[in-house]
């Protein structure tokens, strides 16, 4: 009997320890899913407890998040994004109208930060810094070399209001490096570029952006225009990629009388939202003419498919982008956050201006614009795709198309009658902003002595810059082909110019130069000179 039951003992004890691994990891397993389905969101968030909770190693939930959250998001639409918290400060500056920083505009040349410009006033003027200076150390630290990025240049020399911080500052005219402490400070961040006069009628505003205080910008660059005698207005939107809807809404507004539709908007989550003109605009029975490229994006377009579908103005360029998607921006509590899509917004007419995409696949929605440049869309008007399925009316009965961008009234293809393999590889490669930059650097005492864009162009007409530049690109394995310089001589020698003239007098002194031979704005100006800068008259249609 005893060896009997020395016997079965240990099978016995054996069976037990079975049973009751498996019940545990019954009971193991089933806590697990219970607390799982207890969370009451969605298998995303089961996983990540499973994984923090289960898995075999240790593993930083943090982190694999923000691996996870932007090929989440990367499944929607091309527009909704993920943006990690040590990247929203910088990405939300550009519109909120200000940031913190030490107030000069750099460029990074020959691996070095070059400072182009001091703003007026501000931190790095107040601490004796100058243009044309070389910041090659940050707080004691070395900042040369090929890790010299825009981005990291930004994230040293931006930080909070009244911090300091100690540049290291190479000076031409001076043999021995000069430390500069500077005290950061707000720095506007402006998004009308330029307002000028391009003749005794008309006036002229680049917008590069739609930012928090753009209608503000807006309003005194209108204002002074006027003051000064303009009575008809180009508004220059090529480039702008769009920004705060509010802000392109009450720029329209200021041109159009009270009760025009401007916008709608709609989603699925999102009910129906039209904005119609209030009236109290200062500039109803203006000309208008609104300049759109590629480039032209969202609010941008809001803004010319309005004046376009009240048959308020014309746009002059070439198809704009075709962004018609509302983002909202939403926090998380770690500091980052997304930009979700909630509703597509739609012109006047009833048009949905967002060009076609496949969810989840930003990489064809991205190569658009390089389809459209191969298929000659910017070169040839009779190449853009149209659909003549998806037909609208403007206010007084012309047809405009839906199903991507804004159509242009008249269509400026580029201009191609300069270029050539040179030009292509100069501009490329910087060698106009380097030599322009250089030459402003080597002849700043002297060229500071001009006080205007006119005059400073006409003594560097008188000079030979030509050939210092051809020297220069040789200089930079750049070899001087004379056919393709002569073809390009205009073009070339005009860049130069206004480059030059930006670094001595700033981008008000640039645009003026640069517009000298652009086909868009001179058909803008020829337009308006006419006289022809309403589409139709009241009641008349194209039909």
């Given at each position: 009997?005893?060896?009997?039951?020395?016997?079965?003992?240990?099978?016995?004890?054996?069976?037990?320890?079975?049973?009751?691994?498996?019940?545990?990891?019954?009971?193991?397993?089933?806590?697990?899913?219970?607390?799982?389905?207890?969370?009451?969101?969605?298998?995303?968030?089961?996983?990540?407890?499973?994984?923090n909770t289960q898995y075999v190693d240790s593993v930083n939930i943090d982190s694999l998040t923000e691996k996870v959250m932007p090929k989440i998001i990367g499944e929607l639409d091309p527009h909704s994004s993920y943006i990690p918290a040590e990247d929203?400060?910088?990405?939300?500056?550009?519109?909120?109208?200000?940031?913190?920083?030490?107030?000069?505009?750099?460029?990074?040349?020959?691996?070095?930060?070059?400072?182009?410009?001091?703003?007026?006033?501000?931190?790095?003027?107040?601490?004796?810094?100058?243009?044309?200076?070389?910041?090659?150390?940050?707080?004691?630290?070395?900042?040369?070399?090929?890790?010299?990025?825009?981005?990291?240049?930004?994230?040293?020399?931006?930080?909070?209001?009244?911090?300091?911080?100690?540049?290291?500052?190479?000076?031409?005219?001076?043999?021995?490096?000069?430390?500069?402490?500077?005290?950061?400070?707000?720095?506007?961040?402006?998004?009308?570029?330029?307002?000028?006069?391009?003749?005794?009628?008309?006036?002229?505003?680049?917008?590069?952006?739609?930012?928090?205080?753009?209608?503000?910008?807006?309003?005194?660059?209108?204002?002074?225009?006027?003051?000064?005698?303009?009575?008809?207005?180009?508004?220059?939107?090529?480039?702008?990629?769009?920004?705060?809807?509010?802000?392109?809404?009450?720029?329209?507004?200021?041109?159009?009388?009270?009760?025009?539709?401007?916008?709608?908007?709609?989603?699925?989550?999102?009910?129906?939202?039209?904005?119609?003109?209030?009236?109290?605009?200062?500039?109803?029975?203006?000309?208008?003419?609104?300049?759109?490229?590629?480039?032209?994006?969202?609010?941008?377009?809001?803004?010319?498919?309005?004046?376009?579908?009240?048959?308020?103005?014309?746009?002059?360029?070439?198809?704009?982008?075709?962004?018609?998607?509302?983002?909202?921006?939403?926090?998380?509590?770690?500091?980052?956050?997304?930009?979700?899509?909630?509703?597509?917004?739609?012109?006047p007419s009833g048009r949905s201006i967002q060009k076609e995409y496949q969810m989840g696949d930003a990489e064809n929605y991205e190569k658009d614009l390089l389809n459209r440049f191969e298929h000659g869309e910017f070169d040839s008007k009779d190449s853009?795709?149209?659909?003549?399925?998806?037909?609208?009316?403007?206010?007084?009965?012309?047809?405009?198309?839906?199903?991507?961008?804004?159509?242009?009234?008249?269509?400026?293809?580029?201009?191609?009658?300069?270029?050539?393999?040179?030009?292509?590889?100069?501009?490329?490669?910087?060698?106009?902003?380097?030599?322009?930059?250089?030459?402003?650097?080597?002849?700043?005492?002297?060229?500071?002595?001009?006080?205007?864009?006119?005059?400073?162009?006409?003594?560097?007409?008188?000079?030979?810059?030509?050939?210092?530049?051809?020297?220069?690109?040789?200089?930079?394995?750049?070899?001087?082909?004379?056919?393709?310089?002569?073809?390009?001589?205009?073009?070339?020698?005009?860049?130069?110019?206004?480059?030059?003239?930006r670094n001595i007098l700033g981008d008000k002194a640039f645009y003026p130069i640069a517009l000298m031979n652009d086909e868009t704005f001179l058909k803008a100006v020829e337009i308006l000179n006419e006289n022809k800068g309403f589409p139709l008259g009241?009641?008349?249609?194209?039909?």
């Amino acid at each position: 009997m005893k060896r009997s039951f020395k016997i079965i003992y240990p099978l016995l004890l054996a069976i037990a320890i079975v049973i009751g691994i498996f019940i545990g990891t019954i009971y193991n397993n089933s806590s697990s899913f219970s607390a799982i389905s207890n969370l009451g969101q969605s298998k995303i968030n089961g996983l990540m407890y499973l994984i923090n909770t289960q898995y075999v190693d240790s593993v930083n939930i943090d982190s694999l998040t923000e691996k996870v959250m932007p090929k989440i998001i990367g499944e929607l639409d091309p527009h909704s994004s993920y943006i990690p918290a040590e990247d929203l400060e910088m990405v939300n500056n550009d519109l909120e109208g200000s940031f913190s920083g030490i107030g000069v505009q750099f460029s990074i040349l020959n691996d070095t930060i070059m400072v182009v410009d001091v703003i007026s006033g501000g931190p790095s003027e107040r601490a004796g810094m100058l243009a044309g200076d070389r910041i090659v150390a940050v707080n004691d630290t070395a900042f040369t070399g090929k890790e010299v990025t825009n981005e990291r240049v930004m994230k040293h020399l931006r930080g909070p209001k009244n911090s300091e911080v100690k540049l290291t500052i190479a000076r031409p005219l001076s043999d021995d490096l000069i430390d500069i402490v500077v005290t950061r400070g707000d720095i506007p961040v402006n998004s009308v570029d330029v307002a000028f006069r391009a003749n005794e009628e008309i006036g002229y505003i680049k917008v590069s952006k739609f930012g928090k205080n753009t209608y503000g910008e807006f309003l005194n660059a209108l204002a002074q225009l006027s003051i000064e005698g303009s009575t008809k207005f180009i508004i220059d939107l090529r480039g702008n990629s769009g920004g705060y809807m509010e802000s392109a809404i009450n720029m329209v507004n200021e041109f159009l009388p009270a009760g025009y539709l401007i916008v709608y908007t709609k989603g699925n989550a999102s009910p129906l939202n039209e904005v119609f003109s209030n009236g109290i605009g200062s500039f109803q029975n203006n000309q208008i003419v609104v300049l759109v490229d590629e480039w032209s994006a969202s609010a941008s377009e809001i803004f010319a498919g309005a004046i376009q579908d009240n048959d308020r103005g014309l746009i002059i360029g070439r198809r704009s982008f075709g962004k018609g998607l509302v983002q909202q921006q939403i926090p998380f509590n770690d500091g980052s956050a997304i930009r979700l899509t909630i509703a597509r917004y739609y012109t006047p007419s009833g048009r949905s201006i967002q060009k076609e995409y496949q969810m989840g696949d930003a990489e064809n929605y991205e190569k658009d614009l390089l389809n459209r440049f191969e298929h000659g869309e910017f070169d040839s008007k009779d190449s853009i795709h149209v659909n003549d399925s998806i037909k609208y009316k403007t206010l007084y009965g012309r047809t405009v198309y839906g199903g991507g961008g804004i159509m242009p009234d008249i269509f400026v293809p580029r201009d191609t009658s300069a270029y050539s393999p040179y030009l292509t590889q100069v501009v490329n490669n910087g060698i106009i902003y380097q030599f322009a930059f250089k030459y402003s650097d080597e002849h700043r005492e002297l060229l500071s002595k001009f006080k205007s864009a006119k005059s400073l162009v006409v003594y560097l007409k008188k000079e030979n810059i030509l050939d210092e530049f051809i020297e220069f690109a040789t200089s930079k394995g750049i070899k001087a082909r004379p056919v393709y310089i002569n073809v390009s001589r205009k073009e070339i020698l005009n860049s130069l110019y206004a480059n030059i003239t930006r670094n001595i007098l700033g981008d008000k002194a640039f645009y003026p130069i640069a517009l000298m031979n652009d086909e868009t704005f001179l058909k803008a100006v020829e337009i308006l000179n006419e006289n022809k800068g309403f589409p139709l008259g009241e009641n008349e249609t194209d039909e």
